[in-house]
């Protein structure tokens, strides 16, 4: 029989963003050894109560209002918990990231244990992408509260990043943890075009024959700098480009970036692109470009270097995790767009070394980030051992 797993995640599909991700992967490649359900806030009132996507039975609680389901979400989710443990009996607790959602299931805990009742063992992955200073300065008190309360009442934590499990470390968990990063669908992103299907993105993109495509893909937030990027044109030649695959808060301040310093013609913004279209963007451009102010992992690094583009990033949060500099990627400083240009232009300047880092970084996501080794890590290493 399949052990059942609950898994909170504050949003899920169709908001996708790295974690939402992480769990569907992970959980359409465990589907045939466990059962999972998911607890998630609303959102969007013409989204149902429930449905299954992919291997998972999702639970949406709230009225489609997203700050009222937010904030409702660790409460009323725990209602909800309280009675889906009752019909499955759950093996264990799954938390993504320290949310509103995990708070559903340690509260249910909680209770629990006031009642004399065994608690669920609670498992807690850290995603977070924030940095240290935005995480103090931003509802410092109740997200302090809220670490303190997950790391105290989590059984095994995983992280995806050697920079979260230091931090985790640092405000005070000592139980049982272990690396486990997001990973990449290397048959998605590793695959190959036609000439003729490149032809026509090219066309599509406006791409000419000597011009350079930059391209970023990512939520369109201040922490993930495209505004820098931006600013690195000032100071690279009119054949470079930037194509900007994603949607943010920061997507209308961006473009009236881009109008203000007169770089319309170079910068394309696309908005959300579906994550299997993303690969064949990614075979006209030259180079990914992100040079994170803070980064709990980046998903989007490894799918760029899966699809054999060198990456050019900052030396911050997780990154450091799979990137060498000159080796798998190019560092550049962090709110520097000077240093961003001298990076590119670095890049095109050596090509022998450009294709090194292309096939070194290729073999490094081969090797440690498939989704199918992920998944076998999550599995032995974390639910084998509850």
């Known amino acids: 029989m399949k052990k059942k797993i609950l898994i909170f995640s ?5 908001f996708v963003g790295g974690a939402e991700v992480a769990v569907k992967e992970i959980t359409d490649l465990l589907s045939e050894d466990f059962q999972f359900d998911l607890i998630c806030a609303k959102f969007q009132k013409d989204l149902p ?3 299954k996507i992919g291997a998972v039975t999702v639970y949406r609680i709230g009225i489609g209002k997203p700050i009222f389901d937010k904030l409702l979400l660790p409460f009323s989710g725990a209602i909800k918990v309280w009675k889906l443990q009752k019909e499955n009996s759950y093996f264990c607790f799954w938390s993504v990231m320290v949310s509103f959602a995990g708070g559903a299931g340690y509260i249910c805990n909680i209770f629990r244990s006031i009642i004399g009742r065994k608690k669920i063992p609670m498992v807690l992955t850290l995603q977070e992408g924030d940095s240290e200073s935005h995480l103090k300065y931003k509802w410092a008190g109740l997200i302090n509260l809220s670490w303190k309360v997950a790391l105290k009442r989590t059984d095994f934590l995983t992280a995806i990043s050697n920079f979260l499990l230091r931090r985790a470390e640092m405000k005070g968990y000592s139980g049982h943890r272990a690396i486990v990063p997001n990973g990449v669908n290397m048959e998605i992103f590793s695959q190959s075009f036609s000439d003729v299907e490149k032809e026509k993105m090219k066309n599509l993109l406006g791409k000419k024959n000597n011009d350079i495509f930059l391209i970023t893909s990512s ?3 201040r922490k993930n700098a495209v505004d820098d ?4 044109l000032l100071f690279l030649p009119k054949n470079f480009s930037l194509i900007v695959v994603g949607k943010g ?3 209308k301040n961006l473009q009236k970036q881009v109008d203000i310093l007169n ?12 994550q299997d279209d993303i690969p064949k963007i990614f075979s006209v451009c030259d180079i990914f470009v992100r040079p994170s102010r803070s980064e709990g992992f980046g998903n989007s690094f490894i799918e760029a270097m899966a699809a054999r583009l060198p990456v050019i990033a900052t030396p911050v949060g997780g990154i450091p995790d799979f990137i060498d500099d000159k080796e798998t990627g190019i560092f550049c400083s962090p709110d520097n767009p000077k240093s961003v240009a001298e990076a590119i232009r670095f890049l095109v300047d050596n090509p022998e070394l450009k294709w090194n880092i292309i096939d070194k970084a290729f ?3 081969g090797k440690k980030y498939s989704w199918d080794h992920i998944a076998e890590e999550m599995k032995e290493t974390v639910f084998g051992k509850i």
Do not use: N, W
């Open 219 to 221: 939520r369109l937030s």
């Open 49 to 51: 109560a429930s449905e």
């Open 263 to 274: 770089l319309s013609d170079r910068v394309k913004f696309l908005g959300f692109v579906r």
């Open 363 to 365: 073999e490094r996501v």
């Open 10 to 14: 504050t949003a899920y599909y169709p």
């Open 249 to 251: 808060e920061e997507g």
């Open 229 to 232: 990027i931006i600013s690195s």
